[in-house]
């Protein structure tokens, strides 16, 4: 399962083994989407890059075009990578429920800790205890 950058490049979770990982799999036009983005730009800022990696996995389809994903995400202030996933990862995370976002909390060994659909205060507080684990995860 991979996802492609915004330069073209292929990447894997492997390549980010040592760190926690959050995927967000999301789209410009979500409302709860959009709500989510703070919360995981202060996630980064607490925990530092060196510790912590944010991708936004955009899956808005024809709907989000490139273009239209750059001005979001300039306007919105967005603090982390975007993304584009391949079909095998967009197939695995939205096998159960396709609502968005969904997010993806992995440990420093790529395990996954957590998955999340929706957004909510709640949700907000089970995303941060679930980085607190995948950041202590040897």
């Given at each position: 399962?991979?996802?492609?950058?915004?330069?073209?490049?292929?990447?894997?979770?492997?390549?980010?083994k040592g760190k926690a990982v959050?995927?967000?799999?999301?789209?410009?036009?979500?409302?709860?989407?959009?709500?989510?983005?703070?919360?995981?730009?202060?996630?980064?800022?607490?925990?530092?890059?060196?510790?912590?990696?944010?991708?936004?996995?955009?899956?808005?389809?024809?709907?989000?075009?490139?273009?239209?994903?750059?001005?979001?995400?300039?306007?919105?202030?967005?603090?982390?990578?975007?993304?584009?996933?391949?079909?095998?990862?967009?197939?695995?995370?939205?096998?159960?429920?396709?609502?968005?976002?969904?997010?993806?909390?992995?440990?420093?060994?790529?395990?996954?800790?957590?998955?999340?659909?929706?957004?909510?205060?709640?949700?907000?507080?089970?995303?941060?205890?679930?980085?607190?684990?995948?950041?202590?995860?040897?």
């Amino acid at each position: 399962m991979s996802w492609t950058d915004d330069k073209g490049g292929l990447h894997q979770v492997s390549e980010l083994k040592g760190k926690a990982v959050i995927l967000d799999f999301w789209a410009t036009y979500c409302p709860p989407c959009r709500e989510e983005i703070p919360h995981l730009n202060g996630l980064l800022a607490k925990n530092g890059a060196d510790n912590l990696t944010i991708i936004g996995m955009n899956v808005g389809g024809e709907e989000d075009p490139p273009d239209k994903i750059a001005a979001f995400t300039k306007q919105t202030k967005v603090d982390y990578p975007i993304a584009h996933p391949d079909d095998a990862l967009v197939n695995y995370v939205f096998a159960d429920r396709d609502d968005i976002p969904q997010t993806i909390v992995l440990d420093r060994n790529g395990q996954v800790v957590d998955k999340f659909v929706g957004y909510s205060t709640y949700i907000q507080m089970s995303i941060d205890d679930a980085v607190q684990k995948a950041l202590k995860a040897e």
